[in-house]
């Protein structure tokens, strides 16, 4: 008996919208097209589940924060479930306020939803959270503590108050690969806690 070909349909769909959304941009600090860091989380994602829905989320996960594309636009492309995700992983602006003045209550604000968001929530989390700590360890070996420098925030002490926080809120996760590595790679910049 020959194994069903895979329906891969939603996810390339999802993928040509994430290429389109991110298109032209680059990923900060880093000399590469952005889709890099979508498509790694996917990977990631896969890694943890083969639920289309959760891959599709993990490939849109920054369309909304970074690009022009709403969550009612993802609605209408991919229905409420992977608009959902997506708001759900999406940092929430504070009116009035700059990114680097906002950045702490921001960041409070996510590690408090994903707290309390669904397992499906948490894995694509997961995939940009781990998708980020891996590009900070890779910097972190070259540039050492200058690293910090290109983030509107250059407090290496608050970026290890944040990436800890996200381990405490993902934690469910911690029977998957991915989140020992995540940890893993957190302890290994911050160093063991």
């Known amino acids: 008996m020959a194994n069903k070909p895979l329906d891969t349909s939603l996810l390339d769909k999802a993928i040509l919208y994430a290429v389109r959304a991110h298109a032209g941009t680059e990923r900060r600090g880093k ?13 990631i994602v896969a890694t943890m589940t083969s639920d289309q829905e959760l891959l599709a989320a993990a490939v ?3 369309v909304v924060e970074d690009t022009s594309v709403t969550v009612e636009d993802l609605r209408a492309s991919f229905g409420d ?9 999406s940092d929430k602006c504070v009116e009035g306020r700059s990114e680097e003045a906002s950045w702490h209550e921001r960041k409070q604000g ?3 939803r ?9 894995m694509v989390a997961l995939g940009d ?55 893993h790679l957190i302890n290994k910049v911050f160093g063991n806690k």
Not at 31 to 43: L, T
Not at 81 to 89: C, G, K
Not at 114 to 122: E, H, P, Y
């Open 31 to 43: 000399g590469f097209p952005y889709i890099v860091h979508p498509m790694e989380a996917v990977e």
């Open 60 to 62: 849109l996960h920054d």
């Open 81 to 89: 479930r992977i608009a959902r995700l997506v708001e759900e992983e």
């Open 110 to 112: 996510a590690i408090n």
């Open 114 to 122: 994903l707290a309390r968001a669904s397992r499906d929530a948490k």
């Open 129 to 183: 959270k781990l998708s980020n700590m891996r590009a900070i360890w890779r910097d972190w070996l070259v540039k050492g503590d200058d690293l910090w420098k290109i983030f509107h925030v250059t407090d290496r002490a608050e970026h290890e108050w944040h990436y800890r926080g996200l381990a405490d809120s993902l934690r469910e996760l911690d029977d998957t690969i991915a989140f020992k590595e995540f940890e």
